[in-house]
């Protein structure tokens, strides 16, 4: 079954910006999926119109087989949304601002308490229960837009953008969270910016440009479309990078440049060119931005 | 959602409505018991003493349902609108919006709480008038029929005024410029049949003037219009304001892109 089906979705806002033009978009339950764009690329327009907060112009979409056309309310049961900005009353307690939401979805106080504790304490944010959301840190604000996006047990997680703005060990505890989110069954729809997060976590993803759909396949699929790859390679001392040319070399500092290696290159050679031009090899990684090479690729052609 | 899931949402924002009122009460519930008490003072009792009686009632008692009426429409209104703007200035809205609870409970919930905030404020100025004066009640229902269906009716006004609003200044201009006015021109400080015939007949077009001698008709049996049309207009209003409010959340007007 699709959690999420999009038929020629068109979105032209009042002042004639035209931020989707009619997208095609399946999203299988359980999956894990990645939507990836440029900024105003129409990503926060499809989730809006999905959560009720933006009017479609036309289209269809289907969630969990509820046309929204036809009951959105049902279709909102099912989901549960991360805004990309923070969006809670300040003033509001953090178990308030859960509780309400619990309420807003018709969850009996009793069982809102208790559904809070457990999201709370999973997250962390148990010992901020009683106090008001302002006084929190911006990672806590971001877990508790998570949290409340839980209360409802959706089967559909939607998160914008959800780690912008997040030190790195908080977006790696996210990361693990979210993971185990998708294994216990939630569908999980995410936008983002840090696309390394999506060849770490998501399953599929789709590429939208100027409000249109330019790749959607399987993440592994899609990073193999990358022919080079870029390596950042530790030295002794930087020098004679000229012997490496066509390797698209970048000076770092004095022990440290990237290179451009071609999928078919072997590792051995280039490291036997290394040795050629005087240079001692003390560490070689990649730097794992293959899915963003593959964006600039796919955009650069459309 | 069931009728008892419903029954939980709107009893949600309720709740969420008085703590809010509850919690700033300095702002919210003090002000109106601080205003009114100088009208008491200085309109009842200084230049009241020196008026006489109007309509077989002292000057005081005149205008303690007026001044009672004062206070509701304005908590009423600004309750809702203010909590409603704010809402949507902070965008926590959003927590309704993307919720599957029906637009008809998000109305009824704000309603909810600006017509207890009206109410409430209601008493807590007939509370206060008790020490200048006694007033008699003549019909209690039609008291408590009236003090309700006002604040309900501003409660949606409220709401209709936040919903439309884009800014603070937006929020301001109804209650300063229309509803002060009509307030104070709508018969609390004195019967319409003191005015000239021509601004009688103006005066006939403010619907708070209906709401004031309904609610008077209550306390003391006296009115310068029928109650019954008094009733009826309150009726209308709500029913009006409550289709257009109704309107405006499923077009998203002013809520959604």
């Not at chain 1, 299988?28 to 999905?50: E, H, Y």
């Not at chain 2, 219009?225 to 998203?252: C, D, H, Y």
Request: aromatic fraction near 10%.
């Amino acid at each position: 079954m699709n959690a999420i089906s999009i038929q020629k979705l068109i979105k032209t806002y009042a002042n004639g910006t035209k931020a989707l033009k009619g997208i095609d978009l399946q999203v299988r339950s359980g999956d894990f999926f990645a939507l990836l764009g440029a900024n105003g690329a129409g990503k926060t327009t499809v989730i809006g119109i999905m959560t009720g907060l933006v009017n479609k112009t036309s289209g269809q979409m289907r969630i969990f087989d509820v046309d929204i056309d036809q009951d959105h309310p049902r279709a909102k049961t099912f989901m549960g949304v991360v805004p990309q900005e923070m969006n809670f009353n300040i003033f509001e307690k953090v178990e308030d601002i859960l509780c309400s939401q619990a309420g807003y979805y018709g969850i009996p106080r009793a069982e809102a308490m208790r559904r809070c504790e457990v999201i709370l304490k999973r997250l962390d944010l148990w010992e901020k229960r009683n106090h008001q959301s302002r006084t929190l840190s911006g990672g806590m604000k971001r877990r508790l837009m998570i949290g409340r996006a839980l209360i409802n047990h959706p089967q559909l997680l939607i998160l914008d953008e959800p780690t912008a703005g997040v030190d790195v060990e908080l977006r790696h505890e996210m990361w693990d969270f979210l993971r185990e989110l998708n294994q216990n069954g939630t569908t999980i729809l995410m936008t983002t910016h840090y696309l390394e997060e999506v060849e770490q976590m998501c399953k599929n993803a789709a590429i939208i440009k100027n409000g249109e759909i330019i790749a959607c396949d399987q993440v592994k699929n899609l990073v193999r479309l990358v022919d080079q790859e870029t390596y950042v390679v530790h030295v002794e001392h930087v020098h004679n990078l000229d012997r490496l040319n066509g390797h698209g070399v970048r000076r770092i500092d004095e022990t440290t440049f990237e290179a451009e290696l071609n999928k078919k290159e072997r590792l051995n050679d280039f490291i036997a060119r290394l040795s050629e031009a005087g240079m001692v090899l003390t560490d070689l990684r990649p730097k794992g931005n293959r899915l963003e090479k593959l964006f600039l690729r796919i955009l650069k052609q459309n | 959602m069931t009728l008892n899931e419903n029954y939980i949402a709107l009893s949600t924002i309720v709740r969420k409505e008085v703590v809010r009122f509850m919690r700033i009460w300095s702002q919210t519930l003090l002000p109106s018991v601080i205003t009114q008490t100088l009208y008491f003072v200085i309109f009842g009792k200084f230049i009241g003493s020196r008026i006489g009686d109007v309509g077989g009632i002292s000057y005081m008692s005149f205008i303690i349902p007026g001044l009672v009426m004062m206070a509701v429409i304005n908590n009423a209104f600004a309750n809702v609108v203010s909590s409603f703007f704010g809402s949507k200035f902070q965008r926590s809205i959003e927590e309704i919006l993307v919720s599957p609870m029906p637009n008809w409970i998000i109305i009824a919930g704000y309603v909810g709480g600006g017509t207890l905030r009206g109410v409430l404020c209601g008493i807590l100025v007939f509370l206060v008038s008790i020490f200048f004066e006694h007033p008699m009640v003549h019909n209690f229902w039609l008291v408590i029929v009236f003090v309700v269906l006002t604040s309900v009716v501003f409660s949606l006004g409220g709401l209709a005024n936040g919903i439309f609003a884009k800014k603070f200044d937006d929020v301001a201009i109804f209650p300063t410029f229309v509803l002060t006015p009509l307030t104070y021109l709508g018969g609390v400080f004195y019967s319409i049949h003191s005015l000239p015939e021509f601004w009688q007949k103006i005066s006939y077009l403010n619907p708070i003037l209906y709401m004031i001698n309904g609610f008077r008709f209550g306390f003391y049996g006296i009115s310068d219009v029928n109650v019954f049309l008094s009733l009826g207009i309150l009726i209308f209003l709500a029913g009006s304001l409550t289709v257009i409010n109704l309107r405006f959340l499923e077009k998203g007007t002013g809520l959604r892109a």
